[in-house]
């Protein structure tokens, strides 16, 4: 997942945003990096609008704050592989697996997979996910 998704993602069921993005792994792309120089000729930084989630999770920081410091080429040349997108609002908490966030409503989710996913990433994550969060947790009801 592009780290720009975050400036316009927002939470499928209660259409919250901003998001909160917590980033288990990354994969960087260095073969972009001549495509990336090209591109940001072209659009000049800050490329997103809101916020520049590449310098600061869960929330990042608000484009005012960082203006011509936006690290834009090393975002566009990194990829969330693995995590979870967070929605503050209703607790609901979507997994990024293999760079594809998958943000589905609670009736089309698979739980056994969540579940496994929270179990395999547990250690990584916040209480709030973990123990806490939509549509289920590994907490004890």
């Given at each position: 997942m592009k780290y720009r998704f975050m400036d316009i993602a927002a939470c499928p069921m209660c259409?919250?945003?901003?998001l909160e993005l917590y980033v288990i792994e990354e994969k960087?792309?260095?073969e972009r990096a001549e495509?990336?120089?090209?591109?940001?000729n072209r659009f000049k930084p800050p490329l997103c609008e809101i916020y520049c989630y590449r310098l600061q999770?869960?929330?990042?920081?608000?484009?005012?704050?960082?203006?011509d410091d936006a690290p834009c080429a090393k975002c566009l040349e990194t990829e969330v592989a693995t995590g979870v997108l967070y929605?503050?609002?209703?607790g609901r908490w979507y997994p990024i697996i293999d760079e594809?966030?998958?943000?589905?409503?609670?009736?089309?989710r698979k739980k056994e997979e969540?579940?496994?996913f929270l179990r395999k990433y547990s250690s990584r994550l916040p209480e709030k996910i973990v123990l806490h969060g939509k549509p289920w947790n590994l907490g004890k009801s």
């Open positions: 259409k919250h945003f901003p960087h792309y260095p495509e990336i120089e090209k591109f940001l999770t869960p929330i990042g920081r608000r484009i005012e704050e960082v203006k929605c503050p609002s209703c594809i966030p998958r943000m589905l409503p609670d009736d089309l969540d579940l496994a």
